[in-house]
């Protein structure tokens, strides 16, 4: 009889203990409920204790993954932007169905608005290389907006715009 009270007692200290590092992982920023998950794992806690704590975390609204991914894409739109494929890429990373992913970003970033965040972001970008010759600043955009995922086709269309035959040396329209 103490074996079982024993082993009972330990399993409830497991779940108490796996219920304090999911609160952790959720104090810093929202997760996935694959991250939760592998975060658990990489603890040595048993599935069973893994997979009783997270369903709870669910049913409280605390893990979601829609929720985790809407969040994912207006931080990374406000202050990291990204093309949209490299977005969705990174939620697959986290765990995030490819389908879910898929909608949201459609939902998010049209490629309108995936033209302008490269255009913004080449503007900002094009200060840093003022003192650059014209082949230089633009070779470094390049790989600037392509290190951001944006397409060649977006690349060009905003260079173009960005580079005008008229400007000898420097892009036009930066302030």
Same mark, same amino acid.
């Given at each position: 009889?103490?074996?079982?009270?024993?082993?009972?007692?330990?399993?409830?200290?497991?779940?108490?203990?796996?219920? &304090?590092?999911?609160?952790?992982?959720?104090?810093?920023?929202?997760?996935?409920? @694959? *991250?939760?998950?592998?975060? %658990?794992? *990489?603890?040595?806690?048993?599935? $069973?204790?893994?997979?009783? @704590?997270? *369903?709870?975390?669910?049913?409280?609204?605390?893990?979601?993954?829609?929720?985790?991914?809407?969040?994912?894409?207006?931080?990374? %739109?406000?202050?990291?932007?990204?093309?949209?494929?490299?977005?969705? =890429?990174?939620?697959?990373?986290?765990?995030?169905?490819?389908?879910?992913?898929?909608?949201?970003?459609?939902?998010?970033?049209?490629?309108?608005?995936?033209?302008?965040?490269?255009? $913004? %972001?080449?503007?900002? &970008?094009?200060?840093?290389?003022?003192?650059?010759?014209?082949?230089?600043?633009?070779?470094? %955009?390049?790989?600037?907006?392509? =290190? =951001?995922?944006?397409?060649?086709?977006? +690349?060009?269309?905003?260079?173009? @715009?960005?580079?005008?035959?008229?400007?000898?040396?420097?892009?036009?329209? +930066?302030?």
């Amino acid at each position: 009889m103490k074996d079982r009270t024993e082993c009972a007692r330990g399993q409830d200290k497991e779940r108490i203990n796996v219920r &304090r590092a999911i609160f952790r992982l959720l104090a810093s920023r929202d997760r996935s409920r @694959e *991250e939760v998950v592998r975060k %658990l794992k *990489e603890k040595k806690f048993r599935p $069973e204790a893994i997979a009783g @704590e997270v *369903e709870w975390f669910e049913n409280q609204g605390l893990i979601d993954d829609r929720k985790f991914a809407r969040s994912w894409i207006f931080f990374r %739109l406000r202050f990291r932007p990204r093309a949209a494929g490299l977005i969705g =890429r990174e939620l697959r990373e986290k765990g995030v169905a490819p389908e879910l992913a898929d909608q949201l970003l459609r939902q998010e970033i049209t490629p309108e608005k995936e033209v302008e965040m490269a255009r $913004e %972001l080449a503007r900002r &970008r094009c200060r840093a290389y003022r003192k650059d010759d014209r082949f230089s600043a633009r070779r470094k %955009l390049v790989a600037y907006l392509g =290190r =951001r995922g944006f397409s060649y086709s977006t +690349i060009s269309a905003v260079l173009a @715009e960005i580079f005008t035959d008229e400007f000898d040396g420097y892009p036009e329209n +930066i302030s």
